[in-house]
């Protein structure tokens, strides 16, 4: 089992940052590739970004790719997502979740992660 608290969410202008964070408890953190996901309101959920396990390894949605980062800290059992230059168009609500290591290459795909947290809302300002 491995638990999940987004923390970081808030309020800024178009052309700001945020950063999120996901801190992790339970079973080995470094041995879970990781993922944001996002659900604006009235969409589906969508995939944001991705991270393998020792943090070799990201992959992006080309909605994102050059504005969002995504990284970890396998130390501090805690992943981020770095947000720059916001749009009104990023406003959602921000999901990380935990992918076992045999679904690695199904980063993409909601049902590849077996673990979720809560959410934190990002709520950008045109």
């Known amino acids: 089992q491995v638990q999940l608290v987004e923390s970081g969410g808030g309020l800024v202008q178009a052309g700001g940052s945020l950063r999120l964070s996901c801190a992790a408890s339970g079973r080995t953190f470094s041995a879970y590739g990781m993922g944001w996901f996002r659900q604006a309101p009235g969409k589906e959920r969508e995939f944001v970004a991705a991270i393998s396990g020792s943090g070799g390894s990201t992959n992006y949605a080309d909605s994102v790719k050059g504005r969002l980062t995504i990284s970890r800290d396998n130390a501090k059992n805690t992943l981020y997502l770095l947000m720059d230059s916001l749009k009104f168009e990023d406003t959602a609500v921000y999901y990380c979740?935990?992918?076992?290591?045999?679904?690695?290459?199904?980063?993409?795909?909601?049902?590849?992660?077996?673990?979720w947290g809560q959410g934190t809302q990002v709520t950008v300002s045109s």
């Open positions: 979740a935990a992918r076992p290591a045999y679904n690695s290459g199904r980063y993409y795909f909601e049902n590849a992660y077996a673990y």
